[in-house]
């Protein structure tokens, strides 16, 4: 009897040890990814997510130069707020990926969307792991790219803070590039800890902190995206998705949320 209550003890001791061993790795990476002191590394992971020839092909001309407008993005976002890094971002592309990523679940049940959680991350780790000689990045971005031409719409792309890694649905098309580059840096900044600022049901930016200008007078239309709004609003019923990253701004709550101001 003694023995029983004794292994149960040491079961529980381990499992909170191994609670509190992740509690203090995520705090960690938390504030390692947002004291904004040394260059963010941000490895760019490619995933063909339809197994089109259109997606092979596009990927086949990435390289990390391809995603120069997101770092520039930052970079001149940050001195807004008073931050003079050269380079608070540094995008690294790394091999393409032929696995998956686990997908998430469709009813957002506690449980479900846990261990979904935990899966993901696992399998972030081992792709990550697949190449032992790369930098070891701070954010990891799983991007599936889509033939445009057969897929009209993408599932909803995310990005975890727990982790610091994200999973983007983007278009194979030198065209749509800018669009795809509002993704991903809108879910990177959700790694980062930034909140959605639009309404989940009609995907309309939230005044006053989904818009760029939520002073303007008068208020519509802006002609630029905040950053975690996602969209320009047009009038108090329409919006539209920014070409790319030129007619996107971090505004002062997004900001604040990723330590960029500092109470």
Avoid: C
Wanted: hydrophobic residues 40%; without cysteine; proline residues 6%.
């Amino acid at each position: 009897m003694a023995q029983g209550n004794f292994i149960k003890r040491l079961r529980q001791g381990l499992l909170l040890y191994i609670l509190f061993m992740v509690a203090l790795g995520t705090w960690a990476a938390r504030e390692r990814s947002t004291d904004w002191d040394n260059t963010l590394r941000v490895a760019v992971f490619p995933i063909n997510g339809d197994g089109s020839e259109t997606a092979h092909n596009y990927i086949a001309t990435l390289d990390a130069s391809a995603y120069a407008s997101i770092e520039q993005f930052f970079t001149k976002q940050i001195r807004v707020y008073g931050h003079m890094l050269d380079t608070p971002v540094r995008i690294y592309m790394r091999g393409v990926l032929d696995e998956q990523p686990p997908t998430p679940p469709t009813h957002q049940a506690a449980l479900k969307v846990m261990y979904w959680s935990l899966k993901m991350r696992f399998w972030a780790w081992r792709m990550n792991r697949r190449d032992e000689r790369a930098i070891r990045p701070d954010i990891k971005i799983f991007v599936r790219y889509f033939d445009p031409l057969n897929n009209a719409r993408l599932a909803h792309s995310l990005g975890l803070q727990k982790g610091l890694l994200g999973v983007v649905n983007a278009y194979a098309s030198r065209r749509l590039r800018g669009r795809n580059h509002v993704v991903i840096a809108h879910e990177m900044m959700h790694t980062l800890g930034a909140t959605d600022k639009y309404d989940a049901q009609t995907t309309l930016p939230l005044h006053p902190h989904g818009y760029a200008a939520p002073a303007a007078t008068p208020l519509h239309p802006q002609t630029r995206a905040e950053i975690m709004g996602g969209r320009i609003p047009l009038s108090a019923t329409e919006a539209q998705i920014p070409s790319s990253l030129k007619y996107v701004v971090v505004g002062e709550a997004t900001a604040q949320e990723i330590r960029w101001i500092r109470d």
